[in-house]
């Protein structure tokens, strides 16, 4: 009988949409449903971007297209916005266009590991990292960031406990999906010195570096002495809200690595050509357009916290940046909370949809009550989310307390 590979069999579900089957048959029966599980944001996207769409579209008869790499007018735009936004000296030649920022992290991890070899990833991780591991054939080991501590990253001793021959790289995402926490500036020197004693790359994903509230965020790029060692991740998908746009970056000052970066991206001949055009626009955004879009941040992560302050038994950080943060719920296992949810509840005819532990993690004993609220919808939208949670855990834990079996249905309480 014909089948395909066990590596496609093996290919991990994917986290934040598992439970889209069991969402989709409650929208068909009428439910609203509040999405937190996903990035799917209802903040507009950067508006000049439409105009440059329309302008951009080509007076052939065809799309072209569009260097693989090195649209010079692109990298510029990259360059300037790391200059005036980030205050951070990006020479052009350090920066590779990707399509999207997970081909920018497959190629990182191509480039500092052979078959086999082995990355050190913070726990709780951007539960993609596990696909790309896995279709290039890499293997992550495991370092506990622990909630007691604020999912800060383990001392540098934890970490080298860890590190083997096979060690080839450290991999972070700050600021953090799904915990939102920030990398201190200290962490981050750390951890070059760690990589700097053992010979590893430092891969730092930094898809949501405007994204900081309450504390400074740091990136990598601005600590000096990086140039060998480091490869930073970054998408115009966040920022803009650009997410359909699939454009990311690869940054790197290491010049073996972005030789064979280029390499890889040359395979896939253009970058998408309408997308390009509009992130040009979209990375000279000027600084008043990132004050505003952190303010709307701001709020929607204030609004959720205070939605959730009236949920009992629930524990959780404030996340510092980010949109994600990493809830524990009073339940066992916050899986089968998170279906029930869809398959067997509702409050004014509405649910809400998380994201379960599933794919953050390897360790099901120390996360299992955990889910990732993405706050990316309206606050109207995030008050009424809290409320239709904090009525579905009354009902699931005083029904699951009699029986763990008993169907659960709740309307208009
Ligand atoms: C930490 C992190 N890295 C990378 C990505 C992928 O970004 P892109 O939309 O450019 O593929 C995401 C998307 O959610 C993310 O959260």
Request: hydrophobic share 40%.
């Amino acid at each position: 009988m014909i089948s395909i590979s066990q590596r496609a069999k093996d290919i991990p579900v994917s986290a934040t949409r598992v439970l889209l089957p069991f969402a989709d048959v409650a929208k068909k029966s009428g439910k609203n449903i509040y999405h937190l599980n996903i990035w799917q944001p209802d903040v507009s996207t950067y508006d000049q971007v439409f105009s440059r769409l329309r302008e951009s579209l080509p007076e052939k008869g065809y799309i072209p297209y569009w260097p693989a790499i090195w649209t010079e007018e692109l990298r510029k735009a990259v360059s300037g916005f790391y200059k005036n936004i980030m205050n951070i000296d990006l020479s052009i030649d350090s920066i590779i266009m990707t399509i999207w920022a997970s081909e920018a992290i497959d190629i990182a991890l191509n480039i500092v590991c052979d078959t086999d070899d082995k990355i050190i990833v913070f726990e709780p991780f951007y539960a993609n990292y596990l696909t790309s591991a896995h279709t290039q054939k890499v293997s992550f080991v495991w370092v506990e960031c622990k909630q007691e501590s604020g999912f800060s990253l383990p001392n540098s001793q934890d970490i080298e406990k860890k590190i083997t021959e096979k060690t080839k790289a450290i991999l972070l995402c700050s600021p953090s999906n799904p915990t939102g926490y920030i990398a201190t500036e200290k962490e981050l020197r750390e951890l070059l010195d760690v990589c700097k004693k053992h010979n590893l790359f430092l891969v730092v994903d930094e898809v949501y570096n405007i994204f900081s509230y309450d504390s400074q965020f740091t990136s990598i790029l601005q600590i000096p002495g990086t140039d060998e060692h480091v490869i930073v991740i970054d998408s115009v998908s966040k920022r803009y809200n650009l997410c359909g746009a699939r454009i990311g970056m690869f940054i790197s000052r290491n010049k073996e690595v972005l030789w064979a970066a280029k390499k890889y991206c040359k395979r896939r001949l253009s970058l998408p050509m309408l997308e390009s055009q509009a992130a040009i626009t979209a990375l000279s955004a000027p600084q008043e357009y990132y004050e505003s879009l952190l303010e709307i941040w701001k709020k929607r992560r204030d609004c959720l916290l205070k939605g959730l302050q009236d949920i009992p038994g629930i524990e959780y950080q404030v996340p510092a940046g980010a949109i994600y943060l990493f809830l524990k719920l009073p339940v066992d296992d916050a899986f089968v909370f998170s279906k029930r949810l869809l398959t067997d509840f509702e409050y004014e005819w509405s649910t809400v949809m998380l994201a379960p532990w599933v794919g953050f993690f390897t360790n099901p004993d120390t996360w299992k009550k955990r889910v990732r609220v993405a706050y990316v919808k309206n606050e109207k939208t995030l008050q009424e989310a809290c409320l239709c949670l904090k009525k579905a855990l009354e009902v699931y834990n005083s029904q699951t307390t009699k029986s763990l079996e008993k169907k659960w249905f709740v309307t208009n309480i």
